[in-house]
């Protein structure tokens, strides 16, 4: 894409982000819904919310759950994925349960912890690193397995010793598939982080949405959806700029 | 092909097994809870007509129907926003947004603004659905692969047949990943809204047995859950390639 259809594009994708407020505006001057926030009121919110320290711990905790969940998920995941899932036979093993786990939503893991474990910072890293792995296990442990196949060809051709095996077949292996699964996992690890404070009000950006909506103030909940969208499309730049690095491929937006 | 059944028989078995040693163990002095192994009970207790009717059935029901209303409205959505540059990119920055928030973070707002109905629990799964598939089903019929355009204009399709044959019909495939993430986010969202604003469904069974402590029911959902979903992805697939076999052939 040469610059001057990139600047059209931006221009484009610029006028349709400042339509949604005017329309929004123009919406609520029209339509009495008592529901329905005006623009300016969640404007005010939005710019109070930032003023404020509460929210930037909040997003700080929710940024470091779900960051911190994300690589314990996948460290994780990739270990155990090269160390039983290379072969067929634990391939045959594990299939039918990763199956079964991977249709499992947040909402039927977190009520077990919290009766299990109970509620505490701690346990909103436990949801979500489980979360990364249910979710991402199905995808590494293929992916294993199929780097694990190629890594075999070409030590059988290079006729290297163990730790050169590790250092220069495996190890690469398992980093390429680590940083895919990584961009599997990202808005998991973020919707698990997010769903924790909502559903167990564990401390972050869902517990301040759950709260605004709670007492009330459907302004400061709007703003706090808005920031989390924000949030996200930040989050998963970073995720894939990550994954392209250590991949140095772009598999596409599927 | 009897070593494969063996095998995951034994997966399945050795599932079970670390299930209750996990939680048997660290549980079984804790007076409130109950151990894990109590789940055959639970399901002989729980399994009756009340559950089903007004708790599976319900979430069957009230999730169907929104990822259904979600997936059609979502293709002719996704069609819209291909069928010119403009619309696509103007609507671009908005749709990554929208698809970058978390379905969780929305569904308590909404149900604060459209109020506890049940129709509000419909909406909100026809709404993330269509978003999911409004989004893939757009960016793959922008991205089509300009030589199938240009044997369409040498074979002078008309636009109706370009769109739904060419456009439509060479993303087929793609489709079908969003319209899967549709299904995913469907069965979280009804469970997380009924949790939320109603006293029936899977989610508002869920949230009861947390506040009264009952862990072996918990469990039970835990696996209607899984198995549902299971059941779900698999009719999914069954479709995806019987629709993709016809594409094909």
Redesign the interface.
């Known amino acids: 894409m040469n610059s001057g259809v990139r600047l059209?594009?931006a221009a484009?994708?610029?006028?349709?982000?400042v339509?949604?407020p005017i329309i929004w505006f123009l919406a609520d001057l029209l339509f009495d819904s008592p529901?329905?926030p005006s623009v300016v009121e969640v404007a005010q919110s939005l710019l109070k919310l930032i003023a404020g320290v509460p929210f930037w711990l909040a997003l700080g905790y929710t940024l470091l759950s779900t960051l911190l969940g994300l690589v314990l998920g996948i460290l994780v995941t990739t270990a155990v994925a090269f160390t039983f899932g290379v072969t067929r036979?634990g391939d045959?093993?594990?299939?039918?349960?990763l199956?079964?786990?991977?249709?499992?939503?947040?909402?039927?893991?977190l009520?077990?912890l919290?009766?299990?474990i109970g509620s505490s910072m701690l346990v909103g890293v436990l949801f979500v690193t489980l979360m990364v792995l249910l979710k991402s296990a199905v995808f590494i442990f293929r992916g294993a397995r199929d780097s694990f196949q190629r890594a075999r060809e070409q030590i059988s051709v290079l006729g290297i010793g163990f730790l050169d095996q590790v250092r220069f077949v495996v190890a690469p292996s398992a980093l390429r598939t680590s940083a895919m699964g990584a961009r599997l996992g990202g808005?998991t690890a973020?919707?698990a982080s997010?769903?924790a404070g909502?559903?167990a009000g564990l401390p972050g950006?869902?517990h301040q949405?759950?709260v605004a909506?709670v007492t009330?103030n459907?302004s400061r909940?709007?703003a706090?959806?808005v920031i989390?969208?924000?949030v996200?499309?930040g989050?998963?730049k970073l995720i894939d700029q990550i994954e392209s690095r250590f991949s140095h491929s772009n598999v596409g937006?599927? | 092909m009897s070593k494969r059944l063996a095998l995951q028989s034994l997966a399945i078995a050795a599932g079970v097994a670390a299930a209750i040693v996990f939680l048997g163990g660290p549980v079984a002095g804790n007076p409130f809870l109950n151990p894990a192994w109590e789940l055959w009970n639970t399901i002989g207790r729980e399994l009756d007509g009340e559950f089903l009717g007004r708790h599976m059935l319900a979430t069957m029901k009230t999730g169907m129907l929104g990822y259904l209303l979600g997936a059609s409205s979502g293709i002719v959505l996704g069609i819209v926003i291909s069928l010119t540059n403009f619309l696509s990119q103007a609507l671009y920055p908005i749709l990554i947004w929208a698809r970058a928030t978390p379905s969780a973070a929305i569904v308590p707002v909404a149900i604060a603004m459209l109020g506890f109905y049940s129709s509000t629990i419909v909406f909100l799964v026809a709404a993330t659905t269509m978003l999911n598939v409004a989004v893939t089903t757009g960016l793959a019929l922008a991205q089509t692969n300009k030589s199938y355009l240009d044997v369409a204009q040498v074979y002078r399709f008309n636009p109706v047949k370009r769109l739904l044959v060419v456009r439509f019909g060479s993303n087929l495939k793609v489709v079908f990943i969003g319209l899967h993430a549709g299904l995913q986010s469907a069965i979280g969202v009804t469970l997380l809204a009924e949790a939320l604003s109603s006293d029936t469904g899977l989610g508002a069974y869920i949230l009861f047995s947390l506040r009264t402590f009952r862990l072996d029911n918990l469990w039970f959902a835990l696996v209607v859950i899984g198995l549902m979903g299971l059941t779900f992805n698999a009719i999914f697939h069954f479709l995806e390639s019987r629709v993709l076999g016809l594409s094909h052939g």
């Open positions: 059209r594009s484009v994708g610029f006028v349709g982000l339509s949604v529901g329905l036979a045959l093993l594990i299939r039918q349960p199956y079964f786990v991977r249709a499992l939503p947040s909402i039927a893991i009520p077990l919290l009766a299990s808005s973020y919707g997010i769903f909502i559903f950006l869902g949405i759950i909506q009330a459907q909940a709007f706090l959806v989390a969208g924000l996200g499309v989050l998963f937006a599927q």
